[in-house]
């Protein structure tokens, strides 16, 4: 069977556990699948440019982050941001309550604290993971479906097993899952890397 869509997907979940009882909760464990996808692939496709301006110790992240790539000021050098831990960012503030272009910044909830704390206001650009869209059945497709379909059907037939019971293939679910997680941040790295063999030609005239 075909899975190239949202319906399709839970039709196949179904087929593979042979059981016809499960239309009610088969979008559950879809759900339950992408949220542990969500934690465990970093793909190119989820990669994300947000430009913005600094002018104050704290900036709001964006709506759909989920993790920095790379985080810089707009300027002749491209000047980066380094990302601190908390108690790190405490101590330089302790050290020096300096205002000048921002060096560093931590994660405070949903919002970024930088140091120095700007004197001016400053360019930047933030490079980010936000999230593999979710399936419904108004969005009933995604990347992630229509390049690795193995990934949401194991994701979700492995999170089907706790509300299944004893189901003796979780073993199997899961492993196969792993085996697809694997092979796309694999897959992304070589990409991202520069590995995929691919070459540019450019024609001189």
């Known amino acids: 069977m ?3 869509n949202y319906s399709e997907l839970k039709a196949s979940i179904a087929d593979f556990l042979n059981r016809d009882d499960l239309a009610s909760v088969a979008g559950d464990f879809i759900a339950l699948a992408e949220a542990q996808m ?3 692939i970093r793909h190119h496709k989820m990669i994300e440019r947000a430009e913005g301006e600094v002018d104050t110790r704290f900036s709001q992240v964006p709506a759909d982050w989920l993790e920095s790539i790379r985080f810089h000021v707009n300027d002749d050098k491209s000047s980066e941001i380094e990302l601190i831990s908390l108690a790190e960012m405490l101590k330089f ?3 020096n309550s300096a205002t000048g272009k921002p060096k560093y910044y931590a ?3 949903e919002s970024f604290e930088v140091y120095p704390t700007p004197d001016t206001t400053y360019s930047t650009e933030l490079m980010y993971y936000k999230p593999i869209p979710a399936l419904s059945d108004s ?4 990347w992630l479906l229509t390049s690795n379909p193995d990934a949401y059907l194991y994701g979700s037939l492995m999170q089907s097993a706790p509300y299944l019971k004893d189901d003796q293939r979780m073993q199997v679910w899961s492993v196969l899952y792993s085996n ?3 092979s796309i941040n694999t897959e992304s790295r070589r990409i991202r890397s520069g590995g995929s063999g691919l070459k540019l030609k450019i024609r001189s005239y």
């Open 107 to 109: 994660i405070v909830g």
């Open 38 to 40: 969500g934690r465990e």
């Open 93 to 95: 503030r302790n050290e």
């Open 139 to 142: 969005n009933t497709t995604n």
């Open 2 to 4: 075909a899975i190239s």
């Open 180 to 182: 697809a997680v694997q």
